[in-house]
């Protein structure tokens, strides 16, 4: 099996995955149309071990500070699995299972598994971090670039949040939670009943993001895409919300997009 391209096959659904770009999905094409963002650091991006900006690479682990590369400085974004080589666990016409080992500059060793599930109206991805040795903690997300055109028809965007999380000068949450504002958008939500969230192309496509966590960050300052963005905890969590992965307990996590043609 290689690791460069899997392709996955559900009636009108057709969706590549790449294990070794950083084991994003990089395409979803709906009746020939194309739904994600083309090129090497688009598709769609499993975070992982952590999620948007970590505050200057920095985070504790007890009292063990550790400092991670700033590839967006003055801080570190998105983890580190998205710019690895994932190998490929097993595949069939509409299910693949991608992993890949941590390794420096994570200084924890750990698994992440992917499981990338198609049908003809949805996409289901859920992904576990586990370990066998020292816990630590982490966080779990996936960046989708959805094409904000199709077929010349822009994306309107449709949520409903309790809060947003207050953005600082330094685009990090400040802690503070606030009633969420009007885009355009680079910010952190708050959805205590599960993330729900859905992009409409009229007359076209409707697509639904949810998932059963908390938080998702909606970006669309971007001409070309919009990102819907679920995750385990807000940026800098490994900071303010960790959450521990432990050899008796991994983290999980799952998102489902559905569509229907309109």
């Known amino acids: 099996m290689s690791n460069d391209e899997i392709t996955l096959t559900a009636g009108v659904a057709e969706l590549t995955v790449t294990p070794a770009g950083g084991g994003r999905v990089s395409g979803l094409r709906v009746d020939g149309v194309q739904l994600l963002r083309q090129g090497d650091h688009y598709g769609c991006f499993p975070m992982v071990p952590w999620c948007g900006r970590t505050r200057e690479g920095r985070f504790l682990n007890g009292g063990v500070e550790h400092r991670m590369p700033l590839n967006a400085p003055p801080h570190a974004i998105h983890g580190t699995a998205r710019d690895g080589a994932w190998s ?21 060793t750990g698994r992440v598994t992917q499981a990338v599930a198609l049908t003809p109206d949805s ?28 077929d010349g028809t822009d994306a309107d965007l449709a949520f409903d949040a309790a809060w947003q999380e207050e953005r600082g000068d330094d685009h990090l949450p400040t802690g503070h939670r606030i009633d969420p504002k009007s885009g355009p958008w680079d910010d952190c939500f708050g959805m205590p009943d599960g993330v729900d969230v859905t992009l409409t192309w009229p007359g076209l496509l409707e697509l639904k993001v949810t998932s059963p966590e908390q938080w998702v960050v909606i970006y669309d300052e971007q001409e070309a895409a919009v990102c819907v963005e679920p995750q385990t905890g807000p940026p800098n969590g490994l900071n303010t919300l960790p959450r521990l992965v432990t050899p008796l307990e991994p983290l999980e996590a799952t998102t489902t997009w559905s569509w229907r043609r309109l």
């Open 88 to 108: 490929v666990a097993r595949v069939s016409a509409d299910e693949a299972v991608i992993t890949y080992d941590l390794v420096d500059p994570w200084p924890y």
């Open 123 to 150: 996409l289901t991805l859920t992904m576990s971090v586990e370990t066998y040795d020292s816990s630590f903690p982490a966080q779990i997300g996936w960046h989708p670039w959805f094409n904000r055109t199709l």
